[in-house]
């Protein structure tokens, strides 16, 4: 099966633009979750969608954040306006909703999108 | 607040020896565990998972061990092959809050050839 895909791989952007991250989730999976990833850190969950809806956007940083997942399928996590401890790894990964069978505690992880905010 | 914890940040060991990571977590509501690796410019990828009903998972290399009392796992590699030198990352779950996933600063573990 393809994985989860993910773009750009990298940008680099001034404080106080903006920027988009897109995400394709494997075909089935109802579930899709975006990660903040800063250098030396595990990931943190920043928003977590079943189908089109939100799960969990506690840690999500709504003032300059905001993601959006139309038609329960593809994903965009934007920032606006970008602030220097924004830059980090943004990975989406997507699963089985609970209650699958075997594999739906498995998260699928994209190869992420690198951010680094000059 | 951080629930789950990974004492230590880098492993070094040599070919052919045992690898062993370590993972704290705080929170006992965690039901399920899961060990990810990690390969630069990669995103991590899913190794091996643990529920809470059981003490040890093993799977060919690796092996898992659970200890609920002390709320501490533990990734065992043996043996150690260079291919393994990544980044290790211990996640937990809520039974609660669906699939989300709490995760540890990580591991690096080097394995000399």
């Known amino acids: 099966e393809a994985g989860v895909a993910q773009s750009p791989r990298y940008k680099i952007i001034e404080k106080r633009q903006s920027v988009a991250f897109w995400c394709n989730p494997i075909s089935g999976h109802a579930t899709l979750y975006w990660y903040q990833q800063i250098l030396g850190q595990g990931p943190k969950l920043l928003i977590q969608?079943?189908?089109?809806?939100?799960?969990?956007d506690s840690q999500l940083p709504k003032d300059r954040f905001s993601a959006e997942r139309l038609k329960g399928v593809d994903s965009t996590l934007k920032i606006q306006p970008a602030k220097l401890e924004d830059s980090a790894v943004y990975l989406c990964?997507?699963?089985?909703?609970?209650?699958?069978?075997?594999?739906?505690?498995?998260?699928?992880f994209g190869a992420g999108s690198r951010l680094t905010v000059l | 607040d951080q629930q789950v914890k990974q004492n230590s940040p880098s492993l070094s060991v040599q070919e052919g020896r045992i690898s062993i990571l370590n993972c704290d977590y705080t929170?006992?509501?965690?039901?399920?565990f899961l060990w990810y690796k990690k390969y630069p410019a990669e995103g991590p990828t899913f190794l091996i998972s643990i529920s809470s009903i059981k003490d040890k998972n093993e799977d060919g290399r690796f092996t898992v061990f659970l200890n609920k009392s002390a709320k501490h796992l533990s990734l065992h590699i043996v043996p150690s092959q260079p291919g393994d030198s990544a980044v290790y990352f211990c996640a937990a779950r809520k039974a609660a809050a669906g699939n989300k996933l709490t995760f540890g600063g990580g591991t690096r573990v080097l394995v000399k050839p």
């Open positions: 969608f079943q189908n089109n809806g939100v799960v969990d």
């Open positions: 929170n006992s509501m965690f039901d399920y």
């Open positions: 990964a997507s699963s089985r909703p609970r209650g699958s069978r075997a594999g739906a505690n498995v998260l699928t």
